[in-house]
Nanobody, 118 residues
Framework: QVQLVESGGGLVQAGGSLRLSCAASVKISSFNVMGWYRQAPGKQRELVATFTRLGSTYYADSVRGRFTISRDSDKNTMYLQTNSLKPDDTAVYYC????????????WGQGTQVTVSS
């Protein structure tokens, strides 16, 4: 059974940094896509960043240039380095993994809270 466990969230002042981690119970190289999403109070969950099995990355406009998604296949862990944090970045951050074969399956972690104070 696939499990994703996020960690690294916390309270930080504006301009600060946090590194979020997402540890998987299986080889992350088996997933077609992995990514980070976030959900702020009263808002819909939104895509933050993703990378594909082939190494392509995508960033939402709101975080491009400030956040960096990466992975360590040996540790089966995905990371999100968040720099120059803003109060608008306050949200619960979730990691997601997608399998496409033999059928589409999506896996989510439980989330980690990031709070940025002004």
């Amino acid at each position: 059974q696939v499990q994703l466990v996020e960690s690294g969230g916390g309270l930080v002042q504006a301009g600060g940094s946090l590194r979020l981690s997402c540890a998987a119970s299986v080889k992350i190289s088996s997933f077609n896509v992995m990514g980070w999403y976030r959900q702020a109070p009263g808002k819909q969950r939104e895509l933050v960043a993703t990378f594909t099995r082939l190494g392509s990355t995508y960033y939402a406009d709101s975080v491009r240039g400030r956040f960096t998604i990466s992975r360590d296949s040996d540790k089966n862990t995905m990371y999100l380095q968040t720099n120059s944090l803003k109060p608008d970045d306050t949200a619960v951050y979730y990691c997601k993994a997608e399998d496409y074969y033999p059928r589409r399956l999506d896996y989510w972690g439980q989330g980690t809270q990031v709070t940025v104070s002004s």
